[in-house]
């Protein structure tokens, strides 16, 4: 085959459709276990896995029941110690992770696996409304709050409903409006991105359009109220 190393490195070669993989991509097996050849480029992938799938400009590789995670050039990107792995921001640079321990415990992983928030702290994490590489909606017991992905900080605690009221700036002084229901009533907390409470207020049921009024005073913005 043009292109592809001595066969006699491995057990076997072969063409796959299965993972994701490309017309360039060659399965090896060495030993009963498989890896990847990418024509042009050579082994990226060593015969030590038992599967494999291209996703998201990654490699997943799999060997019993952990999982480990590679870019497209065969860097390894997240050891092979989890139970799961989840690309956070897939569509962004730089990628965050989210891998699952053996204890079934979450951790929230940065570029090459380093380790942003150890296991344990969140159970998971949302990249939709987060200004890249800067900050991201983290959720623990059902409640959110804001991690500062340059500190690796809990910034906000996640003691919050999933819901944020902008206000104007940019980070990390960007004001946000978050609350919480107690007996009693809805606590609206005014926290900077960064982490830096300003401002608290108690409004009963019956206080929403008041509520809504403070919100937009101290955020200086306009909010629709139903």
Known sequence: MEGVTNLGDYDDMWHSKEGNLTIHDFVVQKNGKIGLYVEGKGEIIPPKYEGFRRQWGHIFVFDGDLVALYDDD?????????????????YEKPNFYLATTKSGATT?????????????????????????????????????????????????????????????????????GVYRSTSSG????????????????????????????????QLN??????
């Open 186 to 217: 809805d606590v609206i907390d005014i926290w900077t991105l960064g982490g830096r409470k300003i401002a608290s207020r108690t409004f009963s049921r019956s206080q929403r359009y008041s509520m809504k009024l403070w919100l937009e005073n």
């Open 221 to 226: 913005a306009s909010f629709y109220y139903d």
């Open 108 to 176: 929230l992983l940065g570029d090459r696996g380093r380790v942003i928030l150890p296991a344990g702290h969140i159970d998971s994490a949302s990249f939709s409304s987060g200004e890249e590489g800067k900050w991201c909606q983290v959720y623990k017991n059902g409640r959110m709050g804001i991690m500062n992905l340059r500190t690796g900080k809990i910034a906000i605690p996640c003691i919050y409903e999933d819901n944020i009221f902008f206000g104007g700036g940019k980070w990390p002084d960007r004001k946000v």
């Open 74 to 90: 065969g860097n390894l990107v997240v050891p092979l110690k989890y139970t799961n792995i989840t690309i956070a921001n897939a």
